[in-house]
């Protein structure tokens, strides 16, 4: 018998993922690390982490990072891109760390182009710190810290991510995906490997948020959190391509 | 003919893959793991499972291999 | 590189780093310090250098840091309120293990304060504003020519320790031109193979990291790093002293004030008083020993700073109340002249012989 699905080789030995059971970070780690085997990519990549419920991204690839204060990667992976052109840099953070905290630094590397790639989870909340209410909550969500849900009035409005990072001209590449199905999770890895390559041929900044779930802070089971992405988030953020350098080519 | 393996040791007991299979042929099992949670089983006594890899997909431990 | 030029100390300290083999420099806009940051975007590209305008200090400081995760030299250069923006990536950069050269010219705070010239980061710079227990290496140049030489020492301890390093210079030496000469650098190259990450090539993935594991394991770290600082102080402690040895009172000050104690003490001693003085060159480590010595001598000190008493607290520490220290200070502005501390110094004096002790002026 032959292995059709096995684990990727650059995924570290004996590794456990540190997420909650059931939520959508896990298979961005994986699509991110199939990436890395299928593109032979594992020699020149340097990932700039982040601090959220991926900090312990170094657990689980076998490649080099250096970790990024909150917010901070992409500045961190600037850094590292332009004392290292020849090397393949990314960023892995959550919605809080790239479009909260790290807004200026995030939008600054995709305007001025830099040659890396940025991968943004997008599950409506701030995971690591319990459930509070963070840039992409959506309107009406319940939270530890909107226990009301959030209105326009103390809250103002959820931010749309990709589209933002889509005006940007240094941008080469950003689109929205999500991980609730199969359909979905495959053109993740499309959006993600454009992500990457577009960084590869020297386009410019490549940008992929991902719509994911988070059970444990949505008290839901993992199919219901699913569901919720597919039916709630989804019309509220939609799946697409908002910028591809590489259609004019 | 298809084969999935489990790794009972990475899976956290989401039950994703009880739910995706087309055929329903992963269920939750009777043995736990060290915190207690059902793990789930691989069960094909027709050998039915055509190894689409779904499960595998929707798993977010990378806990399931798939063999054909 | 071995003849004498006339340059400011801002461009003095870019052409340095030039020297020392910066490889990129990522910087945001701050007077008195903007002259490093426009000297460098001009120059960089010419070596086929890296020059990044960054978006805030923030983003700059953190530039730096991931860029010198990968062994490659880097600095920043900012000013006061704007080095208060980079002290998050300090206190990761000091637990990270990263050499960050981070140069200071400070203009006077609190807040946005103003662009004349003072030594109030003292404390930001020795004592950190970040989270947790750290040090960094604090170098505080009184010349142009230093400005050029400790540039050179900063890119060499930050290798050397992998620890950040500060120079902490001021308006006043930033915007002052002086004879300086460049010459080479006199550092070895440090080899940074060890730990740089370069993608994992024929090795399995390293990680630079701060985020502690367990608790066992983060105080060993913590308790490694400050015994990495105690090499730093055995090694690298230096200050400069002059007429002390018969010296009743030794005139301490840093940075660029050093050049008016010295002025100070030849006038003093002009009128037979028997005056002496003390300059740290490493505010961190602190030449706390010493000090400590020349207190025991029964040598009185007086230190001369533009802040509100930040270098004093360490002197008084230092000389675990062997003898007096007083303060002549001014918290920013105009520079203490050479009158103005002269005549303090003979009323501490004074008052000393009545038994007295001024604490300030």
């Known amino acids: ?67 990024a204060p909150h917010g901070r990667a992409c500045a961190s992976a600037t850094g590292v891109k332009r004392t290292n052109p020849d090397k393949f840099v990314f960023t892995y953070q959550g919605d809080g760390d790239f479009a909260s905290i790290g807004y ?57 991510i990709a589209e933002q990072i889509a005006l ?82 | 003919m298809g084969l999935i393996k489990i790794n009972n040791s990475r899976c956290k007991s989401c039950y994703i893959c009880t739910e995706t299979c ?27 499972c055509v190894a689409c890899a779904m499960c595998a997909k929707r798993c977010p431990d990378l806990a399931i291999e798939v063999f054909k | 590189m071995t003849d004498k030029v006339l340059i400011k100390g801002n461009y003095a300290i870019a052409q340095a780093a030039i020297n020392a083999g910066c490889q990129c420099y990522f910087g945001y806009p701050i007077t008195p310090q903007t002259e490093i940051g426009e000297y460098l975007s001009a120059k960089m590209p010419e070596l086929g ?22 062994g490659a030299k880097v600095m920043t250069s900012s000013s006061s309120c704007a080095v208060a923006l980079m002290q998050e990536a300090l206190s990761y950069a000091c637990s990270d293990e990263v050499p960050v050269v981070l140069v200071n010219v400070m203009r006077a705070g609190p807040g946005l304060g103003y662009v004349y010239p003072a030594q109030g980061d003292y404390n930001q710079s020795v004592y950190g504003g970040g989270n947790g227990d750290y040090k960094i290496i604090v170098l505080a140049p009184a ?63 390293k990680a630079i990291y701060s985020c502690a594991r367990d608790e066992k394991a983060h105080i060993q770290k913590i308790q490694d790093l ?18 002390t040895k018969d010296a009743d009172i030794v005139l301490t000050a840093f940075g660029s004030m050093t050049r008016n104690i010295k002025a100070a003490v030849r006038v003093l001693r002009e009128r037979g008083l028997k005056v002496g003085g003390f300059r740290p060159i490493t505010l961190s480590p602190f030449p706390h020993k ?64 009545e038994g007295i002790y001024a604490s300030s002026i």
């Not at chain 1, 096995?6 to 961005?28: L, N, Q, W, Y």
């Not at chain 1, 990457?196 to 959190?225: D, R, Y």
């Not at chain 3, 015994?227 to 402690?237: A, V």
């Not at chain 3, 203490?336 to 002269?342: A, D, M, R, Y």
């Open chain 3, 290 to 353: 010493r000090i400590y010595e020349l207190a025991s001598e029964g040598k009185d000190f007086a230190v001369v700073e533009m802040n509100m008493g930040q270098m004093f607290k360490d002197v008084k520490y230092s000389t675990e109340g062997k003898s007096s220290v007083s303060l002549i200070n001014r918290p920013c502005g105009e520079w203490l002249s050479v009158e103005e501390i002269v005549a303090s110094v003979e009323k501490i004096l004074e008052s000393k012989k």
């Open chain 2, 22 to 48: 087309p055929k329903g042929l992963i269920k939750k099992s009777e043995e736990t793991n060290r915190l207690g949670d059902y793990l789930v089983k691989f069960e094909d006594k027709d050998n039915s």
């Open chain 3, 226 to 243: 400050f015994k990495k600082f105690e090499l730093i102080s055995k090694n690298e402690t230096s200050f400069e002293e002059f007429e």
């Open chain 3, 143 to 205: 010349t142009v020519q230093e400005c050029i030489d400790f540039t050179y020492r900063a890119f060499y301890l930050a290798r050397k320790y992998r620890n950040p390093v500060i120079l902490l210079a001021d308006g006043l030496l930033g915007q002052m031109m002086e004879p300086a000469c460049f010459g080479e650098n006199p550092y070895p190259e440090v080899d940074v193979s060890s730990w740089a990450l370069t993608g994992a090539k024929g090795r399995d993935g």
């Open chain 1, 168 to 249: 940007c001209d240094g941008t080469a590449f950003s689109a929205r995906v999500a991980l609730d199905s199969v359909p979905h999770i495959n053109q993740a890895k499309q959006a993600l490997r454009k992500a990457f390559e577009v960084q590869l041929e020297g386009l410019g900044f490549g940008f992929v948020e991902i719509l994911s779930s988070c059970p444990t802070n949505w008290h839901m089971t993992p199919e219901q959190a699913h569901d919720r992405v597919k039916n709630e988030m989804i019309p509220v953020f939609p799946l697409g391509i908002f910028k591809d350098l590489t259609e004019n080519k």
């Open chain 1, 1 to 67: 018998m032959q292995a059709v699905f096995s684990t990727p080789e650059v995924m570290k030995k004996d590794f456990r993922f540190t997420f909650c059971p059931g939520c959508d970070h896990g298979i961005a780690v994986r699509l991110v690390a199939e990436l890395i085997d299928e593109m032979n990519l594992k020699e020149k990549t340097i990932c700039s982490t982040c601090v959220g419920c991926s900090v312990f991204l170094y657990d689980f690839l076998n490649i080099d990072c250096v970790e």
């Open chain 3, 49 to 70: 250098r890296g020059y990044v305008s960054a978006e805030s200090e923030i983003g700059a400081i953190n530039m730096v840091v991931g860029a010198a995760a990968t």
């Open chain 1, 104 to 160: 200026a630094e995030s939008m600054h590397t995709a305007i001025r182009g830099e040659k890396v790639s940025a991968i943004c989870i997008n599950n409506t909340t701030y995971g690591m710190t319990g459930g509070q209410l963070g840039p992409t909550t959506m309107m009406g969500q319940v939270t530890t810290t909107s226990p009301f849900g959030r209105n326009k009035e103390y809250y103002g409005y959820p931010m749309k």
